[in-house]
């Protein structure tokens, strides 16, 4: 099966790869010059490095990587913490995995060193996708034209490929945007812990973690604007802008911000579930179907997954696309769709805008935390447990 990938980021390098261990012939049209992502962290949660396992990669991550000690709540002000998940030898034993900060760079890097040198080809800026009688056809800016049995769009939020096969418009701005920054500190330093800390404030949130093996912090911190933000890492923000937003919230957090060079402004999009993502020879992965806010620190770890489900599918059903489709759908598709709108629900309770209110949120996180210190906070025990290499389907229980 030849199979075009439009899109050479996480989601499509990772795809990419898994396909090329299957072997498929892939080709990728990246429309930058080279492979890049921007200058900041990603957390890789358990559920990502179980798939990054099946794909025989994990361990070429564990070598950039920081390991957290644990995922915590605080109250923006006092720094008091509402809920905290251990990320400890139980923690990695129980989910099969560890919790793992990586930069987004090495992230990239690993699935890139992986694929031939020659698989992708840069500046094909894609224009659009159709069906041809024996399989796909995408169209790209230089003019030229590309056929093959499968197209997979993986070419992220504003994936052209899913509006020239399910049309545009359902891109939704969700009144959030975020500052993003990467602070050196050379080290562990006093003033950050070594934890994913969620500071949780009146209509704000603040994220920090150690990237680099500890030499910087990687700091997301989020605001509600009643404006739309463009979604780009070339908008740069004003520091003092940043510092006025979070003024009066904790020492420690002014004292990070304090150490910021620069810092880049993010607006955040999101799209409800789609129904369905392939259409013909044409489907979608990562971004391009399922944006998500970045709350529950999926969104890179949903196109993995898909990446490698997408391939085992296919791996399965080589002869059968449309059976390999509806199983790669079948598996993916409830459970990103669950994922979007649970990030969502994070935007609220992350939000409150008393203290009153985040006083029974807090009340509620620690009732979970007795019942089961897994369910706490930013409750994401469903999301960790999911293990893509357990991933089968037969023929007869295709829909
Ligand atoms: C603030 C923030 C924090 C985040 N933190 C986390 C986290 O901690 N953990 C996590 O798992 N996720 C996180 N995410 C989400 C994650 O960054 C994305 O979900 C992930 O990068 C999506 O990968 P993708 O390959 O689908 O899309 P992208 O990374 O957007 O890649 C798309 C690629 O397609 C190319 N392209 C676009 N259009 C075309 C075209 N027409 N033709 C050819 N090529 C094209 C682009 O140049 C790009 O290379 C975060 C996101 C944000 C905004």
Redesign the pocket.
Same mark, same amino acid.
């Given at each position: 099966m030849k199979i075009a990938i439009?899109?050479?980021?996480?989601?499509?390098t990772a795809t990419a790869h898994a396909l090329l261990q299957k072997g498929f012939d892939v080709t990728i049209?990246?429309?930058?010059a080279a492979f890049g992502e921007v200058g900041a962290g990603?957390?890789i949660t358990p559920n990502?490095v179980k798939a990054l396992s099946g794909l025989g990669l994990a361990d070429n991550l564990f070598e950039s990587a920081f390991y957290p000690r644990a995922v915590t709540g605080r109250h923006w002000k006092t720094g008091s913490q509402n809920f905290r998940i251990d990320l400890g030898t139980e923690f990695r034993e129980h989910y099969d995995a560890p919790f793992i900060h990586v930069h987004r760079a090495d992230l990239l890097d690993v699935f890139v060193s992986a694929l031939p040198s020659d698989v992708c080809r840069f500046n094909?800026?894609?224009t659009g996708v159709e069906q041809t009688a024996h399989g796909a056809r995408a169209t790209f800016e230089d003019g030229s034209h590309f056929d093959a049995d499968l197209v997979i769009g993986? /070419?992220?939020?504003?994936s052209?490929v899913r509006d020239s096969i399910f049309g545009s418009g359902n891109l939704r701005w969700t009144g959030h945007q975020?500052y993003?920054a990467l602070i050196p500190t050379g080290g562990v330093v006093d003033y950050v812990a070594p934890e994913s800390a969620f500071w949780m404030g009146p209509k704000a949130h603040v994220v920090t973690y150690y990237v680099k093996g500890g030499d910087a912090v990687n700091v997301?911190a989020v605001t509600e604007a009643a404006e739309w933000v463009d979604e780009s890492w070339s908008t740069r923000a004003s520091v003092d802008s940043m510092l006025s937003d979070f003024e009066g919230w904790h020492p420690d957090l002014q004292k990070l911000f304090s150490g910021v060079g620069e810092v880049f402004n993010?607006g955040?999009f999101d799209h409800d579930p789609m129904e369905t993502w392939s259409k013909g020879a044409v489907t979608l992965l990562? /971004?391009?179907c399922h944006p998500m806010l970045?709350f529950l620190?999926?969104?890179?770890?949903m196109?993995i997954e898909d990446a490698y489900i997408l391939a085992e599918a296919l791996g399965q059903f080589p002869d059968d696309l449309a059976a390999a489709l509806t199983a790669y759908e079948g598996e993916r598709l409830p459970r990103t769709a669950r994922v979007q709108l649970e990030a969502r629900e994070r935007g609220r309770s992350y939000h409150l805008p008393t203290e009153k209110e985040m006083a029974i949120r807090d009340a509620e996180y620690a009732r979970r935390a007795k019942e089961d210190p897994r369910t706490t906070g930013i409750n994401t025990d469903w999301v960790y447990d999911y293990d893509p290499r357990n991933f089968t389907v037969r023929a007869g229980e295709l829909a």
């Open positions: 439009i899109g050479g980021g996480i989601g499509g049209f990246e429309k930058a990603v957390q990502a094909m800026a894609c993986a /070419d992220g939020v504003r052209v975020c993003r997301v993010w955040l990562g /971004d391009a970045p620190s999926q969104g890179a770890a196109a």
